[in-house]
């Protein structure tokens, strides 16, 4: 495993090997295939992060500013750095640590085992998570109900029939 702390535009890497190596204007940063991998970035934008596929990598946010969004592999809302980006990306990173300053959104993907730490003040931190209601079941999938407010008045259920398909995302 490796550790890359970020200051500005300066770097600074340990483990996996004797030493400590320092990088200036380095955009992408590659872990080690074994995992364990720990990335920690400025609060400035336009970086890549790449961990390894045994989901054992973290990515800390703790310097970026308040607002901060991270989804779908990008973390938005960080101030103008690397050729004058405001965004970094991340690939098979499972953990991350959002902002000291609080107000971080973290968007939580399809894939099991991730893990979300907000800091700073808890109230300003956001998960957004794909919730199915407890009170659907099959029957709001074909056929009106007045358990689900708002829900369809004509369902479509078969598209050889009705030329129409339809999804409910609650």
Known sequence: PVTVSQSGDTSTITGGYSGTITTT???TFIGSPSGGNSF?????G???FQGAS???????LGAAPSGITVSGGTVSGLKAGLGNSTTDSYTTIHTFTGSTHGGTTFVASTSAGQVFNGQGTAI???LDILQVSPTDNALELSDYTPAVSGGPSSLFESWSTYHR???RVV
């Open 46 to 48: 336009g970086y890549t």
């Open 165 to 167: 398909t339809f999804a």
């Open 124 to 126: 300003t931190n956001t």
């Open 25 to 27: 204007n380095i955009g």
């Open 54 to 60: 045994t989901g054992t990598d973290s990515l800390n």
């Open 40 to 44: 920690e970035t400025s609060d400035q």
